[in-house]
């Protein structure tokens, strides 16, 4: 069958163009709070219902419409903002394509309402998918309302694919927090289900703007970033080197005032760090990067959120350079040891060997192996009891070292190791120490153990948890201070989907407020100080997790278990001996719940190789 071309009809085409910039209540929200700072607004206020689904209302004090102007706002390709070819070369509007009001028109239930400063009177639009406007005029304050009621309800297609509920409003609610960042000097009132979720105070002060969205917590976690070269300035807040996150959700560029989203421009922002970072952690990092609008091009992609730089290098390497000068402008000067100021011993007070375990500290530690335990469990914070005699064995820190390095040059293949079930069956073994305040070392019969004491804990905290949460027996630590957390609207929607789980495994934790949690217990072998990097190790592993509930429950045990007993805590003997005995009756692989081992095996054979008594 052979088809004829036609011209579409009005109603048909426009709600095909409609699905280009009206995808779901989040991009109608943000191209009506686009609309309002673009005709100079300083107070805007959001409302929606439902995710937006059911009502999105914005509300704003800008200049307004001029009424003859009012039919022309929902007609395609209708603009104020650019009228002339030359104009796409230096957009500085947020908006500019003329699509936004007439997609959304064809759509929805829509109305504007509106009144300029020199109107004595306002003017009132009413339109909807299927109706011809109605246009009246009414008492109104100066500004704009635009109103959208049962979004895609003529499209019931377009119905079926938005998300539920709570997912919209998380979309939603990204947008306005964005927003936010990108307009300090505004102040933006967001209310959800009658709820007031942020209200910025529109001061100018960047600052202040994300602590309406994060909490009065993030304030002291950033450091200030401001560099130019040339035309390009780039300033904001970058967080410091302690405060990692480890997703780059929190990372956020802004244009010449307009949300942008580049790979380029984090990574720019990573190699500012440099060694600062860890491994798989990311920084908070709100960034404004301004430049002559000829130097850009936004008219992209119909959401605006890809731009094409002109001189891109210069960009990214300004923002390399203003990231790297806040932080070392933000850093705490560097503590000179007494090697470095080359004091006389006598002079310092203290003797040689002493000044040099002060200078070099991994020295000390390693010595603390030669040490009597009980000596070391008398300054536990846990335990206390009398010391015993030293030990007449001494050696001196550098031959250990040495000794390690040799057997590590010796050391038998992996295959050629003893697997860990020996130690989980020992009968017969004595305890030598801990080094480091990291590892514990045990000798039985013709092999030495190195044991990581937090991978061990690990391990035994993730099969405790595990059974507590298997037999609904979780223990739980109250909280002298209960932690509150302020999250971005898509981790708080996460973590109230998994309240029940949370509560399984020992935390207690409620709704605080807008987009806030109280959390008044943890789960008992948590450490207690470790609240929020904890919280934020969770999300993570449920970001990454499939939706299945035993994979979650593992998954939020592991992050749990990482803020057991830590490297660099030092035990007594008691705490070493309890160790060794739950390890003994371990049922499951020899392996942290992340996979690294618990414990390193050397044989005697392989001490003797290193010291050459053997070949």
């Known amino acids: 069958m052979n088809r004829r071309i036609t011209v579409l009809e009005e109603a048909v085409y426009k709600r095909i163009a409609a699905g280009e910039v009206v995808v779901n209540p989040a991009a109608v929200v943000k191209e009506l709070m686009e609309n309002s700072m673009d005709a100079g607004a300083t107070a805007i206020t959001v409302e929606i219902s439902q995710g937006g689904k059911e009502l999105i209302r914005v509300t704003d004090n800008g200049i307004g419409i001029v009424a003859e102007d009012v039919p022309l706002a929902i007609q395609k390709h209708a603009t104020s903002k650019i009228s002339t070819l030359d104009d796409l070369d230096k957009i500085g509007t947020l908006g500019f394509r003329g699509e936004a009001l007439s997609s959304i028109a064809a759509v929805s239930r829509l109305m504007i309402q509106t009144r300029t400063a ?345 099969e405790r948890m595990k059974k507590a949460a298997t037999e609904g027996g979780a223990a739980a630590q109250n909280l002298l201070v209960p932690y509150i957390a302020t999250l971005p609207a898509e981790d708080f929607s996460l973590l109230t989907r998994n309240i029940e789980l949370l509560q399984s495994l020992g935390f207690e934790l409620e709704e605080f407020g807008p987009l806030t949690f109280k959390f008044s217990a943890l789960p008992a072998q948590v450490e207690k100080s470790t609240a929020e990097k904890l919280i934020e190790e969770i999300l993570f592993e449920l970001r990454n997790t499939r939706d299945d509930i035993l994979l979650m429950r593992d998954a939020v045990i592991r992050a749990s278990c990482r803020y057991s007993i830590k490297a660099g805590y030092q035990l007594s003997d008691e705490q070493i001996e309890e160790l060794i005995k739950e390890i003994t009756e371990l049922e499951t692989i020899p392996n942290c719940p992340h996979g690294r081992p618990i414990a390193v095996v050397l044989k005697k054979s392989d001490l003797q190789k290193g010291f050459k008594r053997i070949v």
């Open 118 to 462: 020199d109107s004595p009177e306002g003017t009132v639009l009413s339109v909807s998918g299927e109706h011809g406007p109605e246009i009246i005029s009414a008492g109104l304050a100066e500004g704009t309302t635009v109103k959208v009621e049962n979004l895609f309800y003529n499209i019931p297609a377009r119905m079926k694919f938005l998300k539920n509920t709570s997912r919209e409003t998380v979309n939603v609610t990204s947008v306005v927090s964005k927003l936010i960042f990108a307009n300090p000097h505004i102040s933006i009132k967001y209310i959800s289900n009658g709820k007031v979720v942020y209200h910025s105070p529109g001061n100018g002060n960047l600052k202040d703007a994300i602590v309406a969205v994060y909490g009065k917590d993030m304030a002291h976690k950033l450091a200030k970033t401001d560099h130019t070269f040339g035309e390009i300035h780039v300033h904001g807040l970058v967080s410091q080197p302690t405060f990692l996150y480890k997703s780059t959700n929190y990372m956020c560029f802004f244009l010449n005032g307009r949300y942008v989203q580049s790979k380029n421009l984090q990574s720019a922002v990573l190699r500012g760090y440099g060694e600062r970072l860890l491994r798989g952690h990311y920084p908070f990092s709100i960034l404004h990067i301004d430049l002559p609008l000829s130097r850009a091009d936004v008219n992209v992609h119909p959401s605006k959120l890809q731009v094409m730089l002109y001189n891109e290098t210069d960009v990214l390497d300004t923002i390399q350079k203003a990231v790297h000068t806040s932080l070392e402008e933000s850093s705490a000067p560097p503590v000179l040891s007494f090697a470095e100021l080359e004091i006389p011993p006598e002079k310092t007070g203290f003797p040689v060997n002493e000044r040099q375990t002060e200078a070099f500290p991994e020295l000390r530690s390693a010595k603390k192996i030669y040490e009597p335990m009980s000596s070391r469990a008398a300054q536990s914070p846990n335990h206390i009891m009398p010391p015993r005699e030293p030990l007449n064995v001494f050696q001196p820190a550098q031959d250990f070292e040495a000794l390690i390095d040799s057997v590590a040059k010796y050391h038998a293949p992996e295959e050629e190791q003893e697997i860990f079930e020996d130690v989980r069956r020992l009968t017969d073994y004595r305890v030598i120490g801990q080094i480091w305040n990291t590892y514990v070392i045990v000798e039985c019969a013709d092999r030495l153990y190195l044991i990581d004491q937090h991978a061990a804990h690990e391990r035994i905290n993730f």
